[in-house]
């Protein structure tokens, strides 16, 4: 049985840095599509940041809010998953879950039933 444990949340200026992580048990992280969703009160829960498996590539998708901000990455060794946040804004407030899926395909990347498996969240707070 996979499961994801998620770290690294907290609380942090705007404009500021943030990396939260996610640790895999029960199955090798490069054979899994790892993604990162977050969802803020009263809002659905919306797709971050995906990095595909090893076998079919392992390239990386963003959701449009988070572009050229965010770098989601995998440690093989290590066996996580990590998003690196920056210039952080108060908009990115939230609960930031970890999603695997070992049968992930590129026109699903975004879609929440893809992921068999789920952290419990890490909050992030974003404000001076």
């Known amino acids: 049985q996979v499961q994801l444990v998620e770290s690294g949340g907290g609380l942090v200026q705007p404009g500021n840095s943030l990396r939260v992580s996610c640790a895999v048990s029960?199955?090798?992280?490069?054979?899994?599509?790892l993604a990162w969703f977050r969802q803020a009160p009263g809002k659905e829960r919306e797709f971050v940041a995906v990095i595909r498996r090893s076998g079919t590539g392992g390239r990386t998708y963003y959701g449009d809010s988070v572009k050229g901000r965010f770098t989601i990455s995998r440690d093989n060794v290590q066996n996580m998953v990590h998003l690196q946040m920056n210039s952080l804004l108060p908009e990115d407030t939230a609960v930031y879950y970890c999603?695997?899926?070992?049968?992930?395909?590129?026109?699903?990347?975004?879609?929440?039933?893809?992921?068999?498996?789920w952290g419990q969240g890490t909050q992030v707070t974003v404000s001076s």
């Open positions: 999603a695997a899926s070992s049968t992930l395909i590129l026109s699903s990347v975004g879609v929440q039933n893809s992921y068999a498996y």
């Open positions: 029960g199955g090798a992280v490069r054979n899994y599509g």
